[in-house]
């Protein structure tokens, strides 16, 4: 079965730098998402892409961030100058699109900032 | 705005007991709604969905039922089993919008002892 792969699995970086999480979705998928998940906290939505250009993002998703589909198979977050609050589990997902697809995740990356 | 709201945890139960798993939602339209799973050190798996009002969704011996009129999505399973344990999430889908965002609940962990 298809599945959405992302790395890498888990990111340490010092605060203030830039980090890179990637993403493989589904291929015939059209609808890309990034999530969050602090450690004990709900999975919080960040940002929806479709058609190469954003379609929804939250209030986290500040400056700080952003996505990008560098080529047809990848899908990108971007986080600009690193905070401690940015350590997190980052989970990417993508769904075929419709208001009734189910959207597939990712294992996810934990990311750590130091 | 949008929410969902799920009964905490950590649930224990021995192998073989009966399963809920209580979820409610707010919503000002009539969203889909999932029950997702996170087994450890993996991603969010879809278990089930129902995507109207009275619909059952089913996988794996889990059940829920999507409940308009107590705006509910309870999840059941009558036997569960070791390989039962992890985190369940209940979530809705943006109501009325192609790709719309995932709410998740806060999670609920199960934990199932021989």
């Known amino acids: 079965e298809p599945e959405v792969t992302q790395t890498p699995s888990h990111q340490v970086t010092q605060m203030g730098q830039e980090v890179i999480l990637r993403c493989v979705p589904i291929s015939n998928h059209l609808y890309f998402y990034w999530y969050r998940q602090i450690l004990g906290q709900k999975v919080e939505f960040l940002v929806s892409?479709?058609?190469?250009?954003?379609?929804?993002k939250s209030e986290i998703f500040d400056d700080q961030f952003s996505v990008e589909r560098p080529d047809g198979s990848n899908f990108t977050l971007k986080i600009r100058s690193t905070k401690l609050e940015d350590s997190a589990m980052y989970f990417c997902?993508?769904?075929?699109?419709?208001?009734?697809?189910?959207?597939?995740f990712g294992d996810g990356t934990r990311l750590s900032i130091l | 705005g949008d929410s969902v709201t799920q009964m905490e945890g950590p649930v224990t139960l021995s192998e073989e007991a009966f399963l809920t798993i209580n979820c409610t939602y707010t919503a000002t339209g009539y969203p889909s709604l999932f029950w997702y799973v996170q087994y450890p050190g993996e991603g969010l798996q879809l278990l089930l969905k129902?995507?109207?009002?009275?619909d059952k969704g089913s996988n794996k011996g889990f059940e829920a039922t999507y409940r308009k009129e107590t705006t509910s999505f309870h999840l059941e399973k009558g036997s569960v089993q070791v390989s039962d344990s992890a985190v369940y999430f209940c979530?809705?889908?943006?109501?009325?919008?192609?790709?719309?965002?995932?709410?998740f609940g806060q999670g609920t962990e199960l934990s199932v002892k021989p």
């Open positions: 979530a809705l889908s943006d109501v009325g919008r192609e790709g719309g965002k995932l709410i």
């Open positions: 892409f479709y058609n190469n250009e954003i379609s929804e």
């Open positions: 129902a995507t109207k009002a009275d």
């Open positions: 997902a993508s769904s075929e699109g419709g208001t009734l697809g189910p959207q597939h």
